[in-house]
């Protein structure tokens, strides 16, 4: 399975920068956990991915359109994408992890609120 984002896209740096100022300490794209999470958290049992929203379809968002051309093409590759991120959150809560996504897009364009929202999400789910 190939990663089709870099590992230091912009919107991740800018979690890990915000996570690391509010005192949180987390580890890295972690080979052992489902998915090869983009953050995790071991104090709080909880990983984070930063979806891209293209790819992964994030609902009701400009960004996750569908190319003009090859339709069939891109909504097989779509529909597999979506499986599989549903198929790692379930094993990740099944082996006890709380799952968070964040949407490129959420990180772009309201940064401080996404960022709050998470944090907060992330100390009650403890
Ligand atoms: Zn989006």
Redesign the pocket.
């Known amino acids: 399975m190939s990663r089709i984002k870099g590992k230091d896209t912009k919107p991740e740096l800018l979690l890990r920068s915000m996570l690391h100022r509010a005192g949180f300490r987390f580890r890295l794209h972690v080979p052992g956990l489902p998915g090869r999470p983009d953050i995790v958290l071991p104090r709080y049992q909880t990983v984070i991915f930063v979806n891209g929203?293209f790819w992964h379809r994030?609902r009701n968002?400009k960004?996750?359109y569908t190319p003009k051309s090859r339709i069939e093409f891109w909504q097989q590759k779509f529909s597999d994408t979506v499986a599989r991120d549903t198929a790692k959150e379930k094993q990740l809560r099944e082996l006890g992890w709380n799952v968070i996504t964040v949407?490129?897009?959420e990180l772009k364009q309201q940064a401080q609120e996404t960022c709050a929202n998470l944090l907060s999400r992330i100390v009650s789910s403890s």
Request: charged share 10%.
């Open positions: 929203c994030h968002c960004f996750a949407w490129e897009c």
